[in-house]
């Protein structure tokens, strides 16, 4: 199993984490990060499925409602949030 921390390491909010187990993954979070002004696409993460379908991503987990977590969710292609 892997993680990939893609936002919120160096950055206060902006928490996205991909974990990664045989070839599966499952994103934690796509928030922006607190400096933001306001949700922007440019935030987003380059994770492959988010922008286009891919069974590889089987959801996306959002762990609470804080912007920080969840502020992008409305740029995703893809309905798969658990």
Request: aromatic share 8%; glycine share 10%; net charge neutral.
């Amino acid at each position: 199993m892997k993680f990939h921390v893609h936002g919120g390491k160096n950055e206060i909010g902006g928490n996205c984490i991909e974990i990664i187990n045989e070839g599966k993954s499952i994103i934690l979070d796509v928030g922006i990060p607190v400096e933001a002004n306001k949700p922007h696409k440019d935030y987003m993460p380059n994770i492959k499925g988010l922008y286009e379908k891919d069974p590889n991503l089987l959801g996306i987990f959002i762990s609470h409602s804080h912007i920080d977590h969840f502020g992008l969710l409305k740029y995703l292609k893809q309905e798969k949030i658990l």
